[in-house]
């Protein structure tokens, strides 16, 4: 299989991953809940990877890295701790409806909402345009790194700076970008959150996320339960990352994220790498009649997502035609219709997107059968 | 190793105890104690050895980690440590 759709997820992991979900399944029990030995090798295998997270996204301390199922999960906890009682809050006008919906669903409890539009790949209006929208009451700004649609990295530092100056906490969904740019908190004086999946950029097994926490303490749980700790008392933990992991752990899956951590770590220019395949991918999809292309032609602020679509055959059936020939991407609105809405299309789009186990020889195997689709 | 316990408030706070003290020299293993140890139901423990235990002490103190309670071994089995 030809796969170009490692912005859902990366299908193809390192060795490493594969070895270390294996090895874990057949020696980790629950963490943090018996005092056996199995028990043990499971807390240690999340401790290990909270110190790889930690020092990759530049957090306090190894308990500022809360597990979580996805980012989505981790969103959610932010979101709804954040904004929980009521407030305002500033998204851009790329979020993903994991964004856009937790808010749409505190609206019941006082929240309201206002997104940022700017158009795809200024990222300097799209920062004037956040500024543009916060209110006297705005809670927090809450933006995508990398759009999921059209891979437009947003300026993040800017965007930051912007909250620092104005004291508005920012919370960065890093679905994305998270394992391809580098994101650190500790760059990030404005970030309160930043809410990532493992099973993307990071390289590790589905069911893994990581919530990285300024502090943390400061929100209520989104979920109540069995920590393994203070377990006289009614109420969840104060501190973390107890507060936000309840219910046993993922021990297996967070095995293989910190096996895909470490692999990321070690494999340096991941961005050039998907960035060269894109700009290929674009100058060869460029050549095809009609093809429309949403492209960062300054090469400034584009990932290695690359959305489009043909003149004479729709999204859906360009992907159906191509899966057809063994190859993978995804079409329609890639659950981000308000990122189509900013960008001026209606009709959802045909994404490729990259991982450091593409080459160019897959792109061209791409653009071979998108020539064949097109007639 | 019939060590010194120090309580800590979860399984995570006993591991990075565990890593710092390693990092100072101090040998530490990451235990699950008696419940009553605790005090508020269950909870995890560093043992060190009672030659390093105020080395420990200070050690974690100054690293902000939340000492909940310390046990040298006794005649019974553990006596409180009033720190």
């Known amino acids: 299989m030809t796969y170009l759709d490692n912005a859902a997820t990366t299908l193809i992991k390192p060795q490493s991953v594969t070895d270390a979900v294996t090895e874990a399944i057949k020696t980790a029990a629950n963490a943090g809940r018996g005092g056996h030995g199995a028990s043990m090798r499971a807390a240690d295998i999340l401790f290990e990877c909270r110190e790889t997270a930690a020092d990759f996204f530049g957090a306090k301390s190894a308990e500022n890295i809360i597990f979580t199922l996805n980012a989505t999960h981790a969103l959610n906890i932010a979101i709804h701790g954040i904004m929980g009682k009521g407030g305002h809050a500033v998204i851009s006008g790329y979020e993903h409806n994991s964004v856009v919906r937790p808010l749409a669903f505190l609206g019941d409890k006082g929240v309201s909402f206002s997104v940022a539009r700017a158009p795809l790949f200024e990222p300097e209006l799209m920062v004037e345009a956040i500024n543009r929208e916060i209110k006297k009451n705005t809670k927090a700004v809450i933006v995508t790194h990398v759009s999921n649609v059209f891979g437009y990295i947003l300026p993040i530092k800017e965007i930051n700076a912007l909250c620092a100056s104005k004291g508005i906490p920012l919370v960065i969904d890093a679905a994305q970008s998270a394992g391809c740019i580098p994101v650190k908190l500790n760059d990030l004086t404005a970030v309160r959150f930043v809410c990532m999946p493992g099973h993307k950029g990071l390289y590790g097994p589905q069911g893994t996320g990581i919530l990285v926490c300024r502090d943390g303490r400061e929100i209520s749980p989104l979920m109540q339960g069995g920590t393994g700790s203070q377990s006289h008392e009614a109420f969840q933990p104060d501190f973390l990352p107890d507060r936000h992991e309840t219910g046993t752990q993922n021990a297996h899956g967070i095995a293989g994220l910190n096996a895909g951590i470490k692999f990321v770590c070690k494999v340096s220019e991941l961005y050039r790498h998907e960035r060269e395949l894109l700009d290929y991918c674009t100058e060869e999809i460029g050549k095809i009649s009609g093809a429309t292309l949403y492209y960062d032609h300054k090469k400034q602020c584009q990932s290695g997502v690359l959305s489009f679509n043909l003149a004479r055959v729709n999204a859906d059936e360009v992907s159906y035609q191509l899966s057809l020939c063994d190859i993978a991407v995804r079409s329609g609105f890639h659950c981000a219709p308000l990122a189509h809405e900013t960008a001026g299309d209606r009709m959802g789009t045909v994404r490729v997107s990259f991982s450091v186990f593409n080459d160019f020889s897959d792109v061209e195997t791409l653009v071979s059968a998108l020539k064949k689709i097109n007639v | ?83």
């Not at chain 2, 591991?15 to 005090?39: C, D, F, M, T, W």
């Open chain 2, 1 to 83: 190793m019939n060590g010194c316990l120090i309580i800590l408030r979860s399984v995570t706070y006993a591991q990075r105890a565990k890593r710092v003290l390693e990092r100072n020299g101090i040998s530490a293993y990451v235990i699950k104690p008696e419940a009553h140890l605790v005090g508020n139901g269950c909870g995890f423990a560093v043992k060190v050895s009672d030659v390093y235990l105020a080395e420990s002490l200070d050690i974690l103190s100054g690293e902000n980690f939340g000492i909940m309670k310390v046990y040298v071994p006794s005649e019974n089995g553990y006596r409180e440590l009033r720190v």
